[in-house]
């Protein structure tokens, strides 16, 4: 019997470069995408997955994300006084759990790898879950986000778990992409992984999109692994070393995945989420035929 998947990882200590100089003070996790960080659009979807315990790999400079999933009374104490319930209310549903958040420090930019590796003696001796915070999902025709449907892979093959979505092959040296073999529609088994791929080489077109659920033997492999492309230490590298001894199944996520760690994924993503919004989208429309008219 697979154990249940109580615990995510978040890694959110990146630097934010590509938004310069907006994130010069603010983490990018913390740009809002509508009226959320793009932060606590992940998060939801990892209370969704069910999800229980919310570890935040930090850095220098992410306080900010720390007081976020805090309590803020002199808020809260004015929306009550001024009779905004439905603004307090949503206030309260968003916040987590006494105990239900952890927050750890990446000193050093080492990598996903090292990031993942920093949580180790909060996630323990448990199958956990990853989700990038850059990545922001919206629900397909199964009407779940996509850590939800890793899970229900997990619960029915065990293992490990990654979410892979689909890119041009002219794109696939950007990404992670795994080899497929036996393929069952949403769901198959991984025979391979490799990370950014000289052009013209990757073995398919799934690449890694962000979503992850791992066993903690990961841990062990990360502590010391060598650094892989780019001088870090990559989990892609960590997870084929795993693959040697467990199993591995990717899941094709059927909904939409927003890279809002790039200025156009960002974009785009807020576009989605306002288009999807009862209050926004009728509004939204007529503004950007005006705009594009």
Known sequence: MTKRIRKAVFPVAGLGTRFLPATKSIPKEMLTVVDRPVLQ???DEAK???IEHFVFVTGRGKAVIEDHFDMSYELEDTLQK????????ALMADLPAAGATSFTRQQAPLGLGHAVWCARDIVGDEPFAVLLPDMVTMAGAKKSRCLAQCVEAYDRY?????AVEEVPPEETHQYG??????DEGHTFEITGMV??????????TSIISGRYILGPEIFKILETQERGAGGEIQLTDGMKSLAKNQGFHGVRFDGRTYDTGSKLGFLMANAAFALASPELAGPYKAELKKLLG
């Open 41 to 43: 659009h992940v998060v």
């Open 177 to 182: 992409v795994v080899s497929i073999g036996k």
């Open 195 to 204: 990370e950014k791929p000289p052009k013209g080489t990757a073995p398919s």
């Open 82 to 89: 001024r009779g905004k319930k439905k603004e307090y209310d």
């Open 158 to 162: 065990g293992g490990n778990i990654i």
């Open 48 to 50: 969704e997955a069910g």
